[in-house]
C-alpha cells in the first residue's frame, strides 16, 4: 500500500519511532502493518498520521506519480540526447523528497549513472555502481539496465572487448532500449569489426530515426560513415557525406556533434595524405571545444600529427604542442594520449632508440591490452620494421606473428 510506504519514510525523515507517531492513534504493530501494507486502514486513521506528521497525503502521493514520470521522461532526455531537458529534468526531480523512497531512489541512481556517463564524466558512476549492486532489486529490467551501465563505462574505459561482453547479455525482452546497440556498434568499431560494427549502428539509427532524435542519428550515420571509409582509396562521396553532416548539425545547433564529426572528417583526411586540409579541420575541432574536454586530445594529437606530417611547421612549434599535450593528458591521467604524446616528442627529438624503447615496453603493451585494435596493429607493423631493418628476426617476428594470425585464412587452394 502506497499510502504505508509514504508514511513510513516521512516518519524516519523525522527521526520518528512507530511509538512517537503512534501514540495515541495506534498500536506499533498497527502501524507496522500499515507501513508494510498488510491491514487495511480507514481514512481517518490516515488523515490522523498525517497531521501528526504534518504532510497532506493526497498531495504526496500525486508527488509519487509526476516522481514516476519525471524518472521515465529523465531517461528518455539521455537516450535521446535531449541535454538541455535532461538537466533540468534532474533539477527538478531532486526538489522532491519521495524521490528518496528506496524504490524510486535506485531507478534514480541507475539512471543517474547513465547520466553522467553522458556528459563524460565516467569517474561519478562508479561509486554510484557499488552503492546500486549492494542495494538494487533484482528484477530483469534492473539488471539489463545495470549490464547496459556497465558496457558503457567499460568504453569509456577504452575496455572495448570488456564491453562487448557485457553489451551482449542485455535482453531487449525485459529492457526495452535499443539504444545499446550503437554502444556495441562503437565497442566493434573500436576492435576494427567493421561490418558488425555497421549493423549494430544501423539497428541503432532506426531507433533513433523512430524516437526523431537528431542528435543520435547523425551520431549513428557518422559511426555507419566510418566503417564505410575505411577504404584505402579516397572517395570525393565520403567528402561530400562528412560535409552534409556538419550542416545538419550546424542547422540544428548540435555543437557536440558537429564537432565529431569534423574530427573524425579531419581523420579521413590525415588518413589519405591532405595533410593541410587535416591540419586545419583538426584546428577548427580544437577551437569548438575547451581543453579540458575529454575529446580535446584526440584531436590535438591529430592536429600534431598533420602539421608533422605537412613538413612546412617549425619543429619549435611542434615541441610546444607536444609538450602542452602531454601536460594535459597527465592532468586528465589519460593514459593512451600521455604515450602518444611521448612518443610524439621522441620522434620530433630524433630520438629513434628512445621511441622504439619506449613505444615497446610502455606504449604497445598499454594500447595492446585495452583492446585497440587499428592502433596496435600500427604499432605491431612499425616495430616489425625496426627490427628487421636492425636484423633482429626474432624480435620481428615477435610483432608480425599476431598479424599473421589475425589475418590467417582457411581456405581449399593447392
Known amino acids: 500500500m502506497l499510502e504505508g510506504k509514504i508514511i513510513k519514510f516521512y516518519r524516519e525523515s523525522k ?29 481517518e486513521l490516515i488523515d490522523l498520521l498525517s497531521k501528526r506528521l504534518e504532510i497532506d497525503l493526497k498531495a504526496e502521493i500525486e508527488s ?66 557499488a552503492e546500486i549492486e549492494n542495494q538494487l532489486e533484482p528484477s530483469p529490467y534492473n539488471t539489463n539496465m545495470l549490464l547496459h551501465i556497465k558496457g558503457i563505462l567499460q568504453l569509456h574505459k577504452g575496455n572495448y572487448n570488456n564491453a562487448i561482453t557485457i553489451l551482449k547479455k542485455i535482453d531487449l525482452s525485459y529492457y526495452n532500449n535499443p539504444e545499446f546497440y550503437y554502444h556495441l556498434a562503437v565497442a566493434y568499431h573500436s576492435i576494427k569489426s567493421r561490418t558488425l560494427s555497421y549493423y549494430y549502428a544501423n539497428k541503432a539509427l532506426q531507433f533513433f530515426t523512430d524516437a526523431r532524435s537528431f542528435p543520435r542519428i547523425i551520431d549513428s550515420e557518422m559511426l ?14 565520403t567528402t561530400l557525406s562528412y560535409k552534409r553532416l556538419i550542416e545538419m548539425a ?28 587535416a591540419s586545419e579541420l583538426f584546428k577548427k575541432a580544437l577551437e569548438s571545444q575547451s581543453p579540458l574536454s575529454e575529446f580535446y586530445l584526440g584531436s590535438l594529437e591529430g592536429y600534431l600529427n598533420a602539421l608533422s606530417q605537412q613538413g612546412e611547421t617549425s619543429q619549435e612549434t611542434l615541441l610546444e604542442i ?45 594500447i595492446n591490452e585495452t583492446g585497440m585494435t587499428l592502433i596496435t596493429e600500427h604499432y605491431q607493423v612499425q616495430l616489425f620494421d625496426y627490427y628487421m631493418e636492425k636484423g633482429d628476426i626474432e624480435k620481428a617476428n615477435k610483432f608480425a606473428i599476431p598479424l599473421v594470425e589475425k589475418h590467417r585464412r582457411v581456405n581449399m587452394f593447392v
Not at 527521526?15 to 502501524?31: P, R, V, Y
Not at 555507419?224 to 562521396?237: A, G, R, S, T
Request: neutral net charge; aromatic residues 14%; glycine residues 4%.
Open 15 to 43: 527521526g520518528m519511532t512507530q511509538k512517537d507517531l503512534g501514540d495515541g492513534i495506534c498500536s506499533n504493530t498497527h502501524l507496522s502493518k500499515i507501513e508494510r501494507g498488510l491491514t487495511e486502514v480507514s481514512k
Open 250 to 277: 550546424e542547422n540544428y545547433g548540435l555543437k557536440h556533434q558537429r564537432f565529431n564529426i569534423i574530427h573524425n572528417y579531419a581523420y579521413y583526411q590525415l588518413r589519405h595524405g591532405y595533410f593541410t586540409e
Open 64 to 129: 509519487y506519480d509526476k516522481l514516476e514520470l519525471l524518472l521515465n521522461s529523465w531517461h528518455e532526455a539521455i537516450i535521446l540526447r535531449f541535454d538541455s531537458k535532461a538537466k533540468l529534468l534532474k533539477e527538478q526531480l531532486e526538489e522532491i523528497p519521495l524521490l528518496h523512497l528506496p524504490n524510486l531512489y535506485h531507478q534514480y541512481l541507475l539512471i543517474l549513472s547513465k547520466f553522467y556517463l553522458s556528459i563524460n564524466e565516467a569517474d561519478k558512476t562508479i561509486p554510484i555502481i
Open 224 to 237: 555507419m560513415l566510418i566503417q564505410v571509409e575505411q577504404d584505402d582509396f579516397y572517395n570525393p562521396e
Open 322 to 366: 607536444a609538450k602542452k599535450g602531454l601536460k594535459l593528458a597527465k592532468k586528465n591521467k589519460d593514459k593512451l594520449f600521455i604515450h602518444l604524446f611521448r612518443l610524439h616528442l621522441y620522434k620530433l627529438q630524433h630520438s629513434e632508440g628512445e621511441y622504439f624503447h619506449y613505444l615497446e615496453t610502455k606504449a604497445y603493451p598499454y
